[in-house]
Nanobody, 124 residues
């Protein structure tokens, strides 16, 4: 059974940093493309970053480039999202997700299992 458990969210001031963690179970993470998604209050869930299974290539949505870094530790079956220089518009729930079997892209529709999310609030 696939399970994804996020942690690391919290309240931070603008310009601060947080590191989100996602611990996976029920599958071997290094064989699957993983992603982080953000859902702001009242808005749809959108992709933030993705790391490909095949070669570890990382993708970022433009608004977080240079501020967020996705990484994974296959030995811990975990994926992380380091978030620096946080802005109020980064507020929302962050979800970790894994693609469906035989999928390898970073499009939202390719992701089939999701964590419960972790709340990030950026406010002074």
């Amino acid at each position: 059974q696939v399970q994804l458990v996020e942690s690391g969210g919290g309240l931070v001031q603008p310009g601060g940093s947080l590191k989100l963690s996602c611990i996976a179970s029920g599958f071997t993470l290094d064989y699957f493309t993983m992603g982080w998604f953000h859902q702001a209050p009242g808005k749809e869930r959108e992709g933030v970053s993705c790391i490909r299974d095949s070669d570890g290539t990382q993708y970022y949505v433009d608004r977080v480039k240079g501020r967020f870094t996705i990484s994974r530790d296959n030995s811990k079956n975990a994926v992380y999202l380091q978030m620096n220089n946080l802005k109020p518009e980064d507020t929302g729930v962050y979800y970790c997700a894994v693609v469906r079997p035989n999928q390898s892209g970073c499009h939202k529709g390719e992701f089939g299992s999701w964590g419960q999310g972790t709340q990030v609030t950026v406010s002074s």
